[in-house]
């Protein structure tokens, strides 16, 4: 991983020369969640300007990162960036709250993350995932390996969108550290009052701590979805009774 971050922050420096100001990583790798068969490496560029010219430079160390199986930089001005923290909050205030400079200053250590919007983003988010997964299964094979598939790939984003319903309910600080997955999933399920079984098993086959082999697929896929559906409704109801 150290080996192929220094590539990625050499290529962008030879490529982008002084526009390039900060690269940042955040993400799995930075929490100490990283898993190599199912997590990303997540970079952050922040560059001078973002004019067309300044793309086309980063093309190639971008699409080289990409060919490591991970997603191209997220790129931003810091101009940019500080006027998308209000309708980016969920994803802005995680790597604010754990990230790791590569190159450069520090661009999170002043950004102010309004609170505003947040509420309205994590009920959109949770919806907007669940109309996914919802989809997803209805075109997808109904077999054990895709239907752990759908979950695996999903649960990292739902436990994601737990925390900050715990946050937009009032339950824990923007601040607080990231606690672990199963933690978040059972202080939710706890204040919810949803079955959290189905998200630790899929937890445990994605930590390779339990094998695809001794699980009901089916029947994790049932409890993993009206967890979903759960949560969607409890925060719906609970956030817009409040806002009242």
Not at 97 to 104: C, F, I, Y
Not at 228 to 235: H, K, L, N, P
Request: with cysteine; proline share 5%; hydrophobic share 40%.
């Amino acid at each position: 991983m150290e080996q192929d971050l220094n590539a990625l922050v050499a290529k962008l420096k030879e490529a982008a020369g002084a526009n390039l100001k900060s690269v940042v990583l955040y993400g799995s790798a930075v929490t100490g969640e990283f898993h190599s068969k199912h997590s990303d490496l997540n970079v952050l560029c922040l560059l001078e300007r973002l004019d067309p010219a300044a793309l086309e430079e980063l093309n190639p160390p971008s699409r080289w990162w990409a060919g490591k199986g991970n997603p191209a930089p997220l790129v931003f001005t810091l101009e940019e960036l500080r006027r998308s923290a209000d309708v980016f909050a969920i994803e802005l205030l995680d790597i604010k709250s754990s990230h790791r400079v590569l190159l450069g200053e520090d661009p999170f250590a002043q950004l102010e993350v309004p609170m505003s919007l947040h509420h309205l983003q994590v009920e959109r988010e949770l919806r907007n995932n669940l109309v996914r997964l919802r989809q997803h299964y209805l075109s997808a094979p109904h077999d054990d390996k895709t239907s752990l598939g759908l979950m695996t790939g999903s649960v990292s984003s739902f436990i994601s969108l737990f925390r900050h319903a715990l946050i937009a309910l009032g339950q824990q600080s923007p601040a607080e550290p990231h606690q672990p997955k199963h933690t978040v999933v059972d202080r939710l399920a706890t204040l919810l009052r949803f079955d959290p079984s189905g998200f630790h098993t899929v937890l445990e086959v994605r930590e390779d701590k339990k094998s695809s082999k001794q699980v009901n697929a089916p029947a994790v896929f049932r409890a993993y979805l009206e967890a979903v559906a759960r949560v969607v409704r409890e925060v719906d109801e609970r956030l817009n009774s409040s806002s009242h």
